[in-house]
């Protein structure tokens, strides 16, 4: 399977080559984040409010800048597109399964988006240097791993409302709907910290905080030990239960399906 994954990937990276300016564009839409963070800095116009200062809000949106572009999706309108123009039928013949091709890829355009967003983060937090980032090796390990949990979660999650397409044809509907949401509640619009003790509560058992803030949350050194290996026990699970959902989901869309090609 490290061999097909790595053939995949270098096929993939061709075509994300081919692609690189729609790739840019795509990336360019998320740089909203920036302008988040200079609407938080407005506001607190020098003060500290909920542990966040001027400072904070720069490291702790940069870091959102990189990890949301670590663990951007679009599988789900692939796989619509695909279902509803019968392109999806071929794929299904070859040995290997059609989610293997949209992990590659996906995998394979986080090689462009990193190239891109790294130096603007770096240089953003080397000219401030008095952004707070917690750099000790224990700390980056800790965020590496918890952004390869978040990319499967929210990969995961995706592709289950992709498979929907196999029942209806309002699938990027659902798709919309659910990113509005999890730009909400995953910490993008504003850190966790902003909301109401009561929301934050809910939020640290829904899967949205584990998509972008968790991460986000250790490497701006905002979570004791015993919270990051508790988020840690959190994450793992709702990437289990995602990764499960999109094995059962597919196995019954595979039951009823037919398209033109099949």
Do not use: C
Not at 147 to 168: Q, V
Not at 211 to 216: H, R
């Amino acid at each position: 399977m490290i061999k097909k994954y790595a053939a995949l990937i270098r096929a993939n990276w061709a075509l994300t080559s081919e692609y690189r300016a729609e790739i840019v564009l795509w990336m360019m839409g998320g740089l909203w984040v920036v302008v988040m963070m200079l609407v938080w800095i407005g506001v607190a116009d020098g003060r500290s409010i909920n542990g966040y200062a001027a400072a904070d809000y720069v490291s702790y949106y940069m870091v959102t800048l990189f990890v949301r572009n670590m663990t951007a999706v679009w599988s789900s309108y692939e796989l619509d597109y695909q279902i509803r123009q019968g392109q999806l039928s071929p794929k299904l013949l070859r040995p290997i399964h059609p989610l293997h091709w949209e992990i590659s890829f996906n995998l394979s355009e986080k090689v462009l988006r990193a190239i891109i967003v790294i130096p603007i983060v770096v240089v953003v937090l080397a000219v401030l240097s008095h952004a707070p980032l917690d750099m000790r090796p224990l700390a980056v390990v800790a965020f590496l791993i918890s952004l390869m949990l978040a990319w499967l979660i929210t990969f995961f999650s995706d592709y289950a409302i992709g498979i929907l397409a196999f029942w209806t044809s309002q699938s990027t509907a659902f798709v919309q709907v659910f990113d509005g949401i999890r730009s909400v509640l995953s910490g993008v619009l504003a850190p966790i910290a902003m909301f109401p003790d009561a929301l934050q509560a809910v939020l640290a058992w829904l899967p949205f905080r584990y998509m972008i803030s968790f991460s986000v949350e250790i490497l701006t050194g905002k979570l004791r030990p015993e919270q990051i290996v508790q988020g840690f026990a959190i994450q793992s699970a709702w990437a289990l239960v995602m990764v499960l959902l999109v094995k059962v989901m597919w196995r019954r869309a595979m039951k009823s399906y037919s398209a033109v090609g099949t």
